[in-house]
């Protein structure tokens, strides 16, 4: 089955899944509309979080990275209003800054290559 998640740098060596903090347990939502997972980013935003990406994903994917990190999962249906926790995490296992280095870096090496084809 197809679901959309919450991806924070997607496609990067930085790229993070937004994930809910209960206790000492972590839980990622699959939600099983596109615009569900749109709203619920939306509201993030409007906590001052970070913007992320909503990705289409196969649950078995999602399922098995969680388990192999031990987090739990939750299936959104369509419709069901879901919204953030009032309260953010302080520290998050990904960097937004860590992602602009990367492009940094990433643009450097596309500069670097184009000169290296002039010569």
Known sequence: MRVFVLLFNAGTDNEGIHSLQTGDRQKVLM???EDDATRFSLMLEAQDFPSPTVEALDSEEI????????YDWEIVE??????????NVEKTDWSAEGNEQQ????????????LEKLL
């Open 31 to 33: 939600f099983q509309s």
């Open 63 to 70: 399922e098995e990275f969680c388990r192999s990190v031990g």
């Open 78 to 87: 369509e419709g069901q209003l879901t919204t953030p926790p009032e309260t």
């Open 103 to 114: 492009q940094d870096m990433s643009d450097l090496d596309n500069i670097r290559s184009r």
